[in-house]
């Protein structure tokens, strides 16, 4: 009985520390669904992120006003370039990639907004501890919320908002630590004489938006 006592008082003074703001593990892979208030875009994608070789790739199935769209992309920022990729007729597009990359984490700078339990608490298994942070978009342009694990640090959602899509949601799930198939991080040998195009260069939204 005691001993219940005091792993009791343990977990609860574990919990009752305050959350600090964290980085997610470096290798992760997963799906994640994007939504955006003004219900212009929808997608659901695959993702595969190294943030020790500053790489992502997305195979993003959506729609777009309407429209419905297929989009498998390939970001390499170290060397600042993005590959669109067609699997179907083993091409790619090559275009710049102007930004930075960020590392999935809580910024050091974020408030915790607070402390919830996904799903219940009532029985094991049923729920998940999760912390929701809230900041300044780096711009300044408006707030971001994003919501991690407590034990973890593994991304749950995102939101910020933009002029033209208000709200933008960002939803994680089925994540594993690592990445299952890191060929998936280079360009397919079918890439290697894609040209760069200097026209548009891609952020980060934009890769949600095929307007073909
Ligand atoms: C999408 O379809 C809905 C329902 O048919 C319509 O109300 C809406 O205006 C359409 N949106 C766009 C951007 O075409
Ligand atoms: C390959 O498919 C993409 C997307 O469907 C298309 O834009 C491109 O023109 C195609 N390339 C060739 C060489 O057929």
């Not at 498998?72 to 930075?100: F, G, S, W």
Request: proline share 7%; charged share 20%.
């Amino acid at each position: 009985m005691r001993l219940l006592v005091l792993l009791t008082c343990l977990l609860a003074a574990c919990l009752a520390e305050k959350p600090h703001p964290c980085a997610s593990p470096p290798l992760l892979s997963g799906a994640l669904t994007v939504s955006t208030q003004n219900e212009k875009l929808w997608t659901y994608a695959r993702y595969l992120y190294d943030a020790l070789g500053h790489r992502v790739r997305l195979l993003e199935l959506g729609t777009y006003q309407n429209k419905s769209f297929t989009y498998d992309a390939l970001l390499l920022y170290r060397e600042a370039a993005m590959y669109e990729i067609h699997a179907h007729n083993r091409t790619c597009q090559k275009k710049p990639l102007k930004v930075e990359f960020h590392p999935m984490a809580v910024p050091k700078d974020a408030s915790l907004l607070g402390q919830a339990v996904l799903g219940s608490s009532s029985g094991p298994g049923q729920g998940l501890l999760v912390n929701t942070w809230t900041g300044d978009l780096p711009d300044k342009s408006g707030k971001y919320m994003t919501t991690v694990t407590e034990f973890g640090c593994i991304p749950v959602s995102t939101a910020y908002h933009t002029k033209e899509f208000g709200w933008v949601v960002t939803s994680f799930f089925n994540n594993v630590i690592g990445v299952e198939d890191p060929d998936l991080l280079n360009p397919p040998s079918y890439c290697s004489d894609a040209e760069i195009k200097e026209e548009e260069p891609a952020d980060f939204l934009s890769l949600f938006m095929n307007k073909n």
